[in-house]
C-alpha cells in the first residue's frame, strides 16, 4: 500500500530514501486518479523491496503541487537521490510503470 505523504513527510519519504520513489500526484475528484490508484498500491506491494510508492493529494499539499509544477492529475514523478529523474503524466499501463520505475533502479 502506498504512503500518503504531505508538505511535512515530503523530505524525509522521498528525498532522504535510500531507494528510488514512485510519488503519485493525484487529486480525490480525479477519475483516471481512481482508475489507477489501486495499479499504484500493487506496484507499492509488489516492489517494496526495491522502490518506495508514495501517494500526494494535491488539494491537501498544494506546496508540492506547486513546487514541482503539477499542472495536471495524474502526475507520477520519480525521485532518486532526491532528484526527480523521470516524470509520467495521465493514467498509463501498470507494465509501463514498472518499466520507467525500473530503469532507475
Not at 4 to 33: I, M, N, R
Not at 59 to 85: E, N, W, Y
Request: glycine residues 4%; contains cysteine; charged residues 25%.
Amino acid at each position: 500500500m502506498a504512503v500518503h505523504v504531505t508538505g511535512e513527510t515530503f523530505e524525509q519519504e522521498v528525498v532522504q530514501s535510500s531507494k528510488p520513489v514512485l510519488v503519485d500526484f493525484y487529486a480525490t475528484w480525479c477519475g483516471p486518479c481512481k482508475m489507477i490508484g489501486p495499479i499504484i498500491d500493487q506496484i507499492s506491494d509488489e516492489m517494496s523491496d526495491r522502490a518506495k510508492v508514495v501517494k500526494v493529494d494535491v488539494d491537501q499539499a498544494r506546496d508540492l503541487a506547486s513546487k514541482f509544477k503539477v499542472m495536471s492529475v495524474p502526475t507520477l514523478m520519480i525521485f532518486k537521490d532526491g532528484q526527480m529523474v523521470d516524470q509520467i503524466l495521465g493514467a498509463v499501463p501498470k507494465d509501463r510503470l514498472i518499466e520507467k520505475l525500473e530503469s532507475h533502479l
